[in-house]
Nanobody
Framework: QVRLVESGGDLVQPGGSLRLSCLVS????????MKWFRQVPGKQREWVAT???????TYADSVKGRFTISRDNAKNMVYLQMNSLKPEDTAVYYC??????WGQGTQVTISS
């Protein structure tokens, strides 16, 4: 069974940057489509970004131009570089891959 472990969440001021990491175990990240989602309490989980096995990336409109998804095949890691952070980016961020593997999430809080 695939295991995903996120890390890197923190409290950051508006305009700041963070890089989230997702360690993938028991599967090769290079062969998988990997996604990041986020969720605010009381709201549905929201898709943020995708990277396919062929390295095609797509982004939600709300983060386009500010966030970058990438992976390191040697380390079996997926990353989400987040720049120009806004208070509305505050959420728990989750790593995901098919069919329905999720990590435990990492908290990102954007506040002054």
């Amino acid at each position: 069974q695939v295991r995903l472990v996120e890390s890197g969440g923190d409290l950051v001021q508006p305009g700041g940057s963070l890089r989230l990491s997702c360690l993938v175990s028991r599967s090769l990240v290079s062969a998988r489509t990997m996604k990041w989602f986020r969720q605010v309490p009381g709201k549905q989980r929201e898709w943020v970004a995708t990277i396919t096995a062929s390295s095609t990336t797509t982004y939600a409109d709300s983060v386009k131009g500010r966030f970058t998804i990438s992976r390191d095949n040697a380390k079996n890691m997926v990353y989400l570089q987040m720049n120009s952070l806004k208070p509305e980016d505050t959420a728990v961020y989750y790593c995901n891959t098919m069919p329905s593997y999720w990590g435990q999430g990492t908290q990102v809080t954007i506040s002054s």
